[in-house]
């Protein structure tokens, strides 16, 4: 039996490296499997969405790498137009969508949401973003963009640029890269400072430094990942303006950059990183958002497979 069959998929804490290579080896097959052996994968089964929060690649590159296998979808992905609002609770959402798919993705805005519905849920959860803490698909497409584009993890120089202190992206990330033998320069505006209680574990493992200058490490990095600044979790609009537009990745700070570097972003981007570098080879977040479709089909498929694919 694979070991995620009928597993949730909670937190990247609980992923170590031989899972995450499982997973990658997965999606590596995924890619090269013919379209109409693809589609057997998941035949038959139902993929069941449940967005609290607004969502664009996550919940689409769901329903994209489900019907890559042969599924299909069904959720919500908008709240507002549920009965959520007219009073239902959490609880009894996940339990009526359980009832409904094969495996469930849930967004929440709370920390602790997807622990707290994969004990209501019979079928699995996985986890599509809570509060400010886990993401633990986006980290997975994260390290296998790395790792497919640059050919390796180990003993690559990252930066992770923007929103450090409500990115849950980043600290998902961390999570994952803390499995490897990485050195992690962590650059942001004082401000949006990487929360050091919720690094405290990490840091023991993971080689990191902190700067607010961008400039002082751009020529070392092997990654640049930038974050968008997380407007709506800013308790008073004043400190985000504050912050606004702090870092831009334009095509003069490129030319400070290695020239194998590559750029990611898990998206939406807003002013960080300029248009006129979508078209540069470093440009690789466009690339990493459909990454994301594959690597969701492989961990489709291991979920709902006994024995793999
Ligand atoms: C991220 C998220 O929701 O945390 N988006 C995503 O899933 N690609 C990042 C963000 O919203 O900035």
Known sequence: MNDFFQKDIISIRDLDKQKLETIFKATDKVINLDPNQ??????????????????TRTRLSFEA???SVGGTSL???DVTSSSTQKG????DTVKIMSIYSDVLVLRHSLDGSSRFAAEISSEPIINAGSGTEEHPTQAIQDLYTIKNIKKKIDGL????VGDLKYG???????????????NVSLISPE???IRSDSVYEIKKRL???????LEDVIDELDVVYVTRIQKERFPDEEEYIKVKGSYVIGLDLLKKMKDDAIIMHPLPRLDEISTEVDKTPQAKYFQQAKFGKYTRAALLGLILNENGF
């Open 207 to 213: 080689d990191f430094s902190e700067t607010t200058n």
């Open 38 to 55: 693809r589609r057997e994968i998941a035949r038959g089964k139902t993929l069941g969405y449940l967005f609290f929060e607004p969502s």
């Open 168 to 182: 849950r992206t980043v600290y998902s990330l961390l999570q994952g890269l803390g499995n490897y033998d990485v």
């Open 157 to 160: 120089k990252i930066g992770i």
């Open 191 to 193: 401000p949006l400072k």
């Open 75 to 77: 959720g919500i992905a």
């Open 65 to 67: 790498a489900m019907a």
């Open 88 to 91: 239902e609770s959490l609880a």
